[in-house]
């Protein structure tokens, strides 16, 4: 990438999204000793705690203009967002959250979240890995989805991000032989209970599940998902899942983005999961857990091994989940499932790992 520090002193630059995302990014560029001009949002005036934002119809048509897309989420349109900056402005030079992540990197700062880091030789020398997983994936659009990731994590264009297939068949995959329509379920991060719903209005039958959600304000609204759905066998638990039985930070913040933190102020129960389901038969376990995924794994590896559930974890909260999360499960119960790659978040977020048992 030709843009640098020094390319983008001698531009004007404009933040687009006054997120905390956006905010962070406004905050490095202080430390970069970088002058912003305006954050510059497509809905200005809703923003009404950023004193300095413009619309995109009020951004200047000059030439020296760079955009920084300070939005980095499932929801976040790169290409969308993209196409509207520059049908004011053909000439804006746009950097997208991968491109700003580089250059802080190479001045020592930190841009992360979640699967985005500015060190992108994570990836650069991950080859044997990428290509290994490749291998053990089960389709050629899993694979092609693969090369699409990280082709965007390491290059950061946006013609190269992956499009997202539907949000509301998230886990519910129509040409995937999983889940089962008879549920025996684990679900770890059930949030307020929306996923469990949308199983039930795709005909699937829920006879037994655990559903563990550690934030306490999801937890309650999860337990009253759980009674307006009247379904006696769904258990609701406040507690997270780990690879040993413990007491962890957490931060709680009535969120999806609520994870274990160890400089949090709370504390929560984590369960090693084998011991939780004990002799339960389970043939479907559900995991999206804010990176806490191999440790969940760790603790489940013996069901895992005994009875080879279908399993859906989310593989995008840390960079090398892509590889390390179907590298174990394979490793766990060695060609017992085949593996297929989903995505259905824009910029690579809710990207779901489906592991399929073969027989």
Not at 32 to 61: A, M, Q, W, Y
Not at 68 to 74: A, D, F, Q, S
Not at 88 to 115: D, M, Q, S
Not at 316 to 345: C, M, T
């Amino acid at each position: 990438m030709k843009d640098n520090i020094e390319n983008l002193r001698e531009s004007t630059v404009y933040i687009y999204g006054t997120g905390s995302f956006g905010r962070d990014i406004l905050e490095l560029c202080h430390q970069l000793e970088l002058d912003v001009e305006s954050f510059v949002d497509h809905v200005p005036k809703r923003h009404i705690s950023v004193k300095n934002c413009i619309g995109v119809e009020d951004l200047p048509t000059q030439k020296d203009i760079t955009v920084i897309l300070g939005v980095c989420n499932l929801f976040g349109d790169l290409q969308k967002i993209s196409a509207l900056i520059l049908s004011r402005n053909p000439h804006a030079k746009i950097l997208t959250p991968v491109h700003f992540a580089k250059i802080c990197a190479a001045k020592g700062l930190v841009l992360e979240n979640y699967w985005l880091t500015g060190n992108t030789t994570y990836l650069s020398d991950r080859n044997r890995e990428i290509e290994d997983l490749k291998q053990l994936l089960g389709d050629d659009q899993s694979r092609d989805l693969v090369n699409q990731i990280v082709k965007y994590r390491i290059d950061g264009f946006v013609k190269d991000i992956p499009a997202p297939e539907r949000l509301e068949d998230q886990y519910l995959p129509s040409e995937l032989p999983t889940p089962p329509n008879s549920l025996n379920m684990l679900e770890l991060g059930s949030f307020k209970g929306e996923d469990l719903k949308r199983f039930i209005s795709r005909s699937k039958e829920i006879n037994f599940a655990f559903c563990l959600e550690p934030d306490f304000e999801n937890y309650r609204e999860l337990v009253l998902q759980v009674k307006e759905l009247n379904e006696p066998n769904v258990f609701p638990l406040p507690i997270g899942a780990w690879e040993v039985t413990s007491q962890l930070k957490f931060a709680s913040n009535g969120q999806t983005g609520a994870q274990l933190n160890e400089f949090a102020e709370n504390s929560v129960l984590v369960m090693k999961l084998d011991d939780l389901v004990g002799s339960s038969f389970i043939n479907y376990v559900k995991m999206d857990i804010e990176g806490a995924e191999i440790q969940a794994i760790e603790g489940l590896k013996n069901t895992i091994f005994t009875q080879i559930p279908h399993l859906a974890i989310s593989v995008y909260h840390k960079p090398a989940d892509l590889w390390e999360i179907p590298f174990k499960i394979n490793q766990i119960a060695p060609d017992a499932y085949s593996f297929f790659l989903r995505v259905y978040g824009h910029q690579t977020f809710d990207t779901v790992l489906y592991c399929v048992p073969k027989v």
